[in-house]
T-cell receptor, first 113, second 112 residues
Framework: DVKVTQSSRYLVKRTGEKVFLECVQDMDHENMFWYRQDPGLGLRLIYFSYDVKMKEKGDIPEGYSVSREKKERFSLILESASTNQTSMYLC????????????FGPGTRLTVT | KQEVTQIPAALSVPEGENLVLNCSFT??????LQWFRQDPGKGLTSLLLIQSSQREQTSGRLNASLDKSSGRSTLYIAASQPGDSATYLCAVRNSGNTPLVFGKGTRLSVIA
């Protein structure tokens, strides 16, 4: 079974803090993605990575950065958290072995106060 | 630019009914189409993946069809159960190594 894990299910941070969200997949997938999901706005792509050390901006990259030093791990970084970054964050991966079927992690509910 | 639409936004049916969820997309040059299920507060679970060369895929009580030329896909759920209550999302991947484009989903309620 493909497994995508995220470091926390719930996270509470203060405004201005630096926040790291970690995502790990165990199927040697080439592509990894970070989304945020808000009521009424649907899923929005923040950043994605087609391979190690590669990154591409999605639809809403402002206020975020990413790191992919190893193939299995993709980190989302909020340099200075703000209240409008309170959201559900979802990580996903896909790869050649599964015909590029995309798999999601369980999500991290981040609250910034 | 690819756009994905799911209608209706919400659907309520009695238990045991067969139902169809609809997905339409504007650019027919797709690589694949994927259906997901999402329970409240959870991540997305992949239900079915249809490659562009395929017409349909089946898994248990679920059957998804794809008509690329008309830009449409349907997800058929047979003999619905209360446990099928969730939001169902459709997403397409255009040709090339591109991200999925998601619809906003259909929220399904199956009433016992």
């Amino acid at each position: 079974d493909v497994k995508v894990t995220q470091s926390s299910r719930y996270l509470v941070k203060r405004t201005g803090e630096k926040v790291f969200l970690e995502c790990v997949q165990d199927m040697d997938h080439e592509n990894m993605f970070w989304y945020r999901q808000d009521p009424g706005l649907g899923l929005r792509l923040i950043y994605f990575s087609y391979d190690v050390k590669m990154k591409e901006k999605g639809d809403i990259p402002e206020g975020y950065s990413v790191s992919r030093e190893k193939k299995e791990r993709f980190s989302l970084i909020l340099e200075s958290a703000s209240t409008n970054q309170t959201s559900m964050y979802l990580c996903a991966s896909r790869g050649f072995r599964q015909g590029y079927e995309q798999y999601f992690g369980p999500g991290t509910r981040l609250t910034v106060t | 630019k690819q756009e994905v639409t799911q209608i209706p936004a919400a659907l309520s049916v009695p238990e045991g009914e067969n139902l169809v969820l609809n997905c339409s997309f504007t650019d027919s040059a797709i690589y694949n189409l994927q259906w997901f299920r999402q329970d409240p507060g959870k991540g997305l679970t992949s239900l079915l993946l249809i490659q562009s060369s395929q017409r349909e895929q089946t898994s248990g009580r679920l059957n998804a069809s794809l008509d690329k030329s008309s830009g449409r896909s349907t997800l058929y759920i047979a003999a619905s159960q209360p446990g099928d209550s969730a939001t169902y999302l459709c997403a397409v991947r255009n040709s090339g190594n591109t991200p999925l484009v998601f619809g906003k989903g259909t929220r399904l309620s199956v009433i016992a």
